[in-house]
């Protein structure tokens, strides 16, 4: 089974600190996603990566920067947390950016004081 | 640009069908999909329609495609407790990014 794990099901974090969220896959996919949920507003595309060392922006890159040193591994980064982005973050694996064949991890609730 | 809709809540009786319905812009998707997520867990993919079909049916899933009117549904017949969830439409796009409704909580009543 795929397995996509997010190192941090709950966080609170105070404005202004700086925030790593991890996510490790592992099936050797070559794209991985870091998306946010908002309630009412579905899931919102922050940053994804389709190789070692390579990023794009998605949809809100504003305030998250990326990093995938190793394939297996894809962090978003809060260089400096702010309360609008207290927000659920979905890490997703993919092996070729289809639906059909995307998977998610279980989620990683931030919340910013 | 494109985009998903989707209702945010649908209330039905346990044992009632629900149907989940969504309407989507790019009349080029090639693919549908409808993914489900239970309380406190990521996404999983339900069921998936390919554009030149018009119907797929698994078990208590039915999905219909409207090409036309640019509308897909979910149905699930005889509703359980354990259906409970928000279900996200979501089209495959232009490049290979996927557009995402904003998801339907579907609500069980007893």
């Known amino acids: 089974d795929v397995k996509v794990t997010q190192s941090s099901r709950y966080l609170v974090k105070r404005t202004g600190e700086k925030v790593f969220l991890e996510c490790v896959q592992d099936?050797?996919?070559?794209?991985m996603f870091w998306y946010r949920q908002d309630p009412g507003l579905g899931l919102r595309l922050i940053y994804f990566?389709?190789?070692?060392?390579?990023?794009e922006k998605g949809d809100i890159p504003e305030g998250y920067s990326v990093s995938r040193e190793k394939k297996e591994r894809f962090s978003l980064i809060l260089e400096s947390a702010s309360t609008n982005q207290t927000s659920m973050y979905l890490c997703?694996?993919?092996?070729?950016?289809?639906?059909?064949?995307?998977?998610f991890g279980e989620g990683s609730w931030l919340t910013v004081v | 640009g494109e985009d998903v809709e989707q209702s945010l809540f649908l209330s039905v009786r346990e044992g009632d069908s629900s149907v989940i319905n969504c309407t989507y812009t790019?009349?080029?998707?090639?693919?549908l999909y409808w993914y489900k997520q239970e309380p406190g867990a990521g996404l999983q993919l339900l069921t998936y329609?390919?554009?030149n079909m018009d119907m797929k049916q698994d078990q208590r899933l039915t999905v219909l495609l409207n090409k036309k009117d640019k509308h897909l549904s979910l149905r699930i017949a005889d509703t359980q407790t354990g259906d409970s969830a928000i279900y996200f439409c979501?089209?495959?796009?232009?490049?290979?990014?996927?557009?995402w409704g904003a998801g339907t909580k579907l609500i069980i009543k007893p």
């Open positions: 790019d009349s080029s998707s090639t693919y």
């Open positions: 329609i390919f554009s």
């Open positions: 979501a089209e495959k796009g232009s490049n290979y990014q996927l557009i």
């Open positions: 990566s389709y190789d070692v060392k390579m990023k």
């Open positions: 099936m050797d996919h070559e794209n």
């Open positions: 997703a694996s993919s092996f070729d950016g289809m639906g059909n064949t995307i998977y």
